[in-house]
């Protein structure tokens, strides 16, 4: 398995709580199982995986949200799954019509390497138009205010 030397040098290493490294290093796990398919559609584990191959449980797998949201993970979420929540609207019929898509993520290699305190304080304190819209959907409206592009909720 592979992790970028950024992952080290840049702090991220001890900026990420401790299910948010398990989780990465998890993904990284799957990118060295499945290089192709990282870069073509990105990588998933189904919960039987999680489990049996890296001992997660499922509130250490949900830190990939945060991974994402530090923008260390790009993700392809199923459209009618509700990106914060990870809700999937009507499952029940979509289960049976086999339209029920897993999430899938890519490492973002080049984020590791921004300094990782600065980069996790301004999209925690100082969230900017384009972190909203890397949560999108989320049924808030945005406010854009002054000219730094800083948004209110």
Do not use: C
């Not at 138009?129 to 890397?134: A, P, Q, S, T």
């Amino acid at each position: 398995m592979r992790i970028s030397r950024h992952f080290f040098t840049s702090l991220w290493v001890f900026a990420l709580t401790n299910t948010e490294i398990a989780a990465f290093l998890a993904l990284s796990a799957k990118r060295a199982d499945f290089p192709l398919t990282h870069t073509d559609a990105g990588v998933y584990a189904p919960q039987s995986t999680r489990q049996r191959q890296f001992a997660l449980k499922e509130n250490t797998w949900r830190s990939a949200r945060s991974l994402y949201q530090f923008r260390l993970l790009d993700r392809k979420l199923d459209p009618n799954r509700d990106p914060r929540s990870g809700i999937i609207a009507d499952f029940g019929a979509r289960w049976k019509k086999h339209e029920v898509m897993p999430t899938t993520f890519t490492i973002a290699d080049g984020a590791l390497e921004k300094h990782a305190v600065p980069t996790i304080d301004q999209i925690l304190n100082h969230e900017t138009v384009d972190d909203m819209m890397r949560l999108e959907r989320t049924g808030h409206e945005i406010a854009i205010s002054g000219t730094a592009g800083r948004v209110t909720r």
